[in-house]
């Protein structure tokens, strides 16, 4: 009897297995960057193109860094989100702006409002590839030291603003 | 109106299939004739009326009702008559409804051709394929109704995504269902067997040529999706160890090793639980492999579209049936009793070594399948298990099996001696190994893959060879009749084991040796490989009736002479604005050559793909003659019902050669 | 005179013969760096169509990704080194071959240790079988029937 058991023990934890799994995303890269140096990057500025900005400039404060172009669709999803967070003045949102055209972009801008301190403009997206983004909008949470400590996979929806990303900003700005 | 008839039919089908599961089982335990003469029936009627659900949605597809939600998601006025009937199982609703219709068929065909079974037993079997039945059927009724109403209804449908549109969609799900689905008809023999304890070889006898036809069909249709996959998606692969192609190769191989089980059972008796083991799993593994490409747990190219209830429901369903019979197993499996003694060494002991080398095979592709959701769900971190993995696996595991296929059949019954099985296998053995060393040495290029793939093909060839001359010389007869001295039983075996031979040949040829370019041709360019040319002669613009292409022209040429003219193209499907290639292919027993466009260029150039396969179409052409092998033991003379002169007493059993 | 001659025939029917049928040129030049590029591609998983290798994609990602495995590779980068520097990018859900590592250990040696434990435990369990009594002593006749039976082969 205990023998013949065995198929049916192996059984259930693979279903065990496959009730989590219905919950998991497996089209979702979780970033190898969480809890290192950000990498360094310098671009130049999509409002003043002969100016530089580079990671550098943000070391001391904990700063957002979110990854967004004007052809994509769910960067306007999270927009609003995005906008309303910059007027509270919380914390310091910085853009990149991934594969885009300058042109493209500041219209974008214009028309949805804008709220970053500064966008570093990414054309080719080399810079991209060095955070590790795949999808566009990513965003990342840097602290003081430049480490990053936490990426977001997606649009920023309120929830995650409200659970995920606001309590971190401030545990980090305490530091 | 169609469609609410539809949906009506799949009502009155549930209630039907709740019938047939439930009075018949139950009858069959109290000996009730009433109730277990309920089976036959039902089966026939719930045959019908899926059978009416089924064409109520073709219907709708046929007229382009779109006012239906799923006729809107997969079919477009523009797409082809035969695309659209093809799309009811483009989707998921639609191919829920398609697994329950062939399950119907196989439960109907099983109510006709059953009537040398106990009428206990037969009450049983039906039973069980309608307790599933009902599985599927609430299903869809439950959250995947095909029948479900769009309102307002679409002007036109989102069409059919263009990768399906094609003959491989007419052919490959259907096959692959009947095979899928046809294991149903072996587990329910050994729910049924295990229900009423009669587990012996006449149920073994009864049981194997239904496992042996849903072997067939799952042969073909695994066989129809990797050609499929080559000329359609254009980069020449044909095997990807994707999620889904895992789930479908599975069960063909606790298949491959259930038939092979049955054998042992049917002939010596031997072997029972572990038959009855196999039978539930390769059914488990088919309903496991619909669960992995709907539920969104793994990412495959196959997959629906998701919806975590679908995948629960799917779930739930899989405890209750699986884990059911794996109970009902743990509990009945210890008195299913013995069967004939055997040596260490003997047939029976080799087509047990089988069983298991298949057993370990596919549990490492379900392992290997599943690990990446293993890791994620413990939180250890994201990874990817892809070809490079299996192909490092699971060629050495099926490696033994291969050679073992080469001493099995010349071994004795009961009792055989390694001695006298290494000196009647010499020169089988010497002959591969020369091969193996020989010929990559003649083609130019040798790694221990290929010399392993090359033994192991010569030598099922060599020893399959020998095994036929053996059988067929030394008698008096004309070689016809020596030849029909023989059973289909033996002579299936007999191709089936050559076409894995040939099969093996195809793979280790093409992947040993095949090879490619990627050149940017003008029109009036050569490119050469191996040792042909081919010219780039320029795009044509062409119309299709729901896409425009570019249509390539490559002239191939060897030594001046013309060989022959390819198309590959690049077509921009309308509807859904979405682009595919379409290789040029020119196929031959020797190679294929093969070409894919890329993109354009400027100057009206484009970046071209080309190919070398050498042997490939030996890797399908083997499935066609396993296929065709199992075929030919099925219509082996003792399942001939007509042949019977007197009806089987209801406990008989017979010993067969 | 006549050899200038000679030479700007020769020329002018090499021109010629090249506007007529052009060798189609390879879509990168660099032969070895593509051949490792593709075999880099073909081993490494496209983030965007995650059912695809980086070599199949069409995706803009991974024509992005391949660009940089080439640079990479013209500065004579080892296959090593390049997957090290996406994998610290991405993660090892960008390989297709599992690294080794104590988390895959089970999933590499899985197969093997299953298949010499199943083969073990095959052998065993064919040992006890053939020595567990029950066997009925055969007349000499029906010894000889039997050995007919058994040697038919079937």
Redesign the interface.
């Known amino acids: 009897m205990k023998r013949a058991l065995l198929p049916l023990i192996i059984f259930l934890v693979v279903v065990g297995f496959l009730f989590v799994g219905l919950n998991l995303d497996p089209r979702e890269v979780p970033s190898p960057l969480v809890g290192k140096p950000a990498p360094a990057f310098s671009l130049p500025r999509l409002d003043n193109a002969d100016k530089m900005i580079s990671n550098k400039d943000m070391l001391g404060k904990v700063w957002l860094f979110n990854v967004w172009a004007s052809w994509c669709g769910a960067c306007r999803d999270e927009h609003h989100v995005l906008v309303a967070l910059s007027k509270s003045g919380v914390v310091p949102i910085y853009g990149l702006d991934y594969k885009d055209t300058r042109l493209d972009a500041l219209q974008w801008l214009a028309e949805r409002g804008n709220p970053y301190v500064a966008t570093a403009v990414d054309e080719n997206g080399r810079v991209g590839i060095d955070y590790g983004v795949y999808g566009v909008p990513e965003t990342y949470v840097i602290d003081k030291a430049g480490v990053i400590a936490y990426k977001q996979i997606g649009p920023i929806t309120e929830a995650v603003l409200r659970d995920k990303i606001l309590p971190l900003v401030k545990r980090l700005q305490i530091q | 109106m169609i469609p609410e008839i539809g949906h009506f039919a799949l009502i009155l089908a549930l209630i039907v299939a709740l019938i047939q599961g439930v009075f018949p089982i139950i009858g069959a335990t109290r000996g009730n004739v009433v109730w277990m003469g309920l089976a036959q029936p039902a089966a026939r009627a719930q045959f019908l009326l899926v059978a009416v659900a089924f064409i109520c949605l073709a219907y709708a597809f046929a007229t382009m009702d779109y006012s239906v939600t799923y006729v809107a998601s997969n079919s477009n006025s523009r797409l082809p008559l035969q695309y659209r009937i093809a799309a009811v199982w483009g989707g998921h609703e639609g191919s829920l409804l398609l697994w329950a219709v062939i399950l119907s068929v196989w439960t109907v065909a099983v109510s006709f051709f059953s009537k040398h079974l106990p009428s206990a037993m037969r009450a049983r079997i039906l039973g069980v394929m309608g307790l599933i039945s009902v599985g599927f059927l609430l299903f869809m009724l439950s959250v995947s109704n095909p029948f479900e109403r769009l309102i307002p209804a679409a002007m036109d449908g989102r069409d059919l995504n263009p990768l399906l549109q094609d003959p491989g969609m007419v052919f490959h799900p259907p096959m692959l269902y009947m095979g899928y689905v046809g294991f149903s008809v072996a587990f329910a023999f050994a729910i049924a067997a295990l229900l009423g304890g009669e587990l012996d070889s006449a149920w073994a006898r009864w049981s194997r040529p239904w496992t042996t036809l849903a072997w067939v069909f799952l042969t073909i249709g695994i066989m129809a999706g990797s050609n499929w996959a080559y000329y359609e998606l254009g980069w020449g692969g044909w095997w990807f160890w994707d999620a889904v192609e895992n789930a479908s190769f599975m069960p063909w191989l606790v298949g491959t090793a259930l038939m092979h089980s049955l054998a042992v059972t049917e002939k010596r008796g031997s072997f029972k639980a572990w038959t009855v083991l196999l039978a539930i799993c390769a059914f488990s593994l088919s309903l496991l492999g619909t669960f992995l490409v709907r539920s969104g747990v793994l990412t495959s190219v196959h997959a629906f579209a998701t919806d975590p209830r679908r995948g629960l429901f799917i779930l739930a369903f899989l405890v209750l049936v699986i884990g059911g019979s794996l109970l009902l197993f743990a509990w009945r499996a210890p008195t299913v009793g013995r069967g004939g003694k055997f040596g260490v060494v003997s047939r029976e002991s080799f087509l047990l070594a089988n069983n298991v080398l298949l057993a370990v095979a596919a549990i490492s592709v379900l392992f290997g399948t599943l690990y990446p959701l293993f890791l994620d769900a413990l939180g250890l971190g994201k990874i990817s298990v892809g070809p490079p993995y299996f192909d490092t696996v699971f060629a050495p595991l099926m490696a033994p099996a291969l050679f073992l296929m080469g001493v099995g059949p010349i071994a004795r019954w009961k009792q055989a001696t390694l001695p006298e099985l290494a000196m009647r296998l010499r020169w089988a053995f010497g002959i591969s190994v020369a091969t193996a060393v020989i010929l990559p040495l003649l083609l130019g290029h040798w790694t221990p893959m290929i010399g392993l793939g090359l033994f192991l093909a010569f030598w099922i060839f060599a020893t399959t060879a020998n095994l036929v001359y053996q059988r067929l010389r030394g008698s008096d007869q004309s070689l016809m009749a020596r030849i029909k001295s023989n059973s289909y039983s033996w002579w299936g075996m007999v191709i089936a084991h050559l076409g894995i031979a040939v099969f093996t040949l195809g793979v280790t040829v093409v992947k040993g040796f095949e090879s490619e370019i990627a050149v940017r041709m003008s029109p009036g360019d050569v490119a050469h490989l191996a040792g042909f040319d081919f010219t780039f002669e320029g795009v044509t613009e062409i119309e299709g009736p729901n896409y425009s292409a570019s249509r390539g022209h490559i002239r191939i040429t060897k030594n001046g002479i013309e060989r022959t003219l390819i198309n590959p193209e690049k077509r921009l499907y309308h509807v859904q604005n979405m682009p595919m290639t379409e290789a040029g292919i020119s196929p031959s027993v020797i190679h294929d050559l093969y070409a894919s466009l890329g993109e354009p260029l400027d100057g009206g150039a484009w970046s071209v793909r080309i190919y070398h396969k050498p042997m490939v179409e030996w890797v399908w052409f083997g499935c066609l003659m396993m296929a065709f092998g199992g075929l030919l033991a099925i219509s082996d003379r003792r399942y001939r019902l007509k042949s019977r002169t007197k009806p089987l007493p209801e406990n008989a059993t017979e010993i067969s050669t | 005179m006549k050899l200038i001659f000679r030479v700007v025939t020769v020329c002018c029917l090499m021109l010629i013969a090249n506007a007529?049928?052009?060798?189609?040129?390879?879509?990168?030049d660099d032969v070895a760096v593509?051949a490792q590029v593709q075999r880099l591609s073909e081993?490494l998983?496209c983030?965007?169509c995650?059912?695809?290798?980086l070599?199949?994609s069409?995706s803009?990602?991974a024509e992005?990704?391949r660009q940089?495995i080439r640079v990479m590779a013209t500065k004579g980068m080892s296959d090593q080194q390049i997957t090290d520097y996406l994998?610290?990018?991405?993660?090892?859900?960008?390989?297709?071959?599992?690294?080794l590592k104590s988390?895959?250990l089970l999933?590499?040696f899985?197969?093997?240790a299953?298949?010499l434990g199943?083969?073990i435990?095959?052998?065993l369990m064919?040992?006890r079988?053939?020595k567990?009594a029950?066997?009925l002593p055969l007349s000499a006749d029906e010894a000889r029937k039997v050995n007919a039976?058994?040697?038919?082969?079937?």
């Not at chain 3, 007529?20 to 990168?28: F, K, T």
């Not at chain 3, 994998?87 to 690294?99: K, L, S, T």
Request: without cysteine.
């Open positions: 007529w049928a052009d060798e189609a040129r390879p879509l990168h593509e081993e998983r983030l965007v995650q059912n695809q290798t070599a199949d069409h803009e990602l992005d990704l940089e994998v610290e990018r991405y993660g090892d859900f960008v390989r297709y071959r599992p690294p988390t895959t999933l590499w899985g197969p093997f299953l298949l199943g083969g435990g095959l052998f064919l040992r079988r053939a567990s029950g066997n039976l058994l040697n038919e082969e079937s």
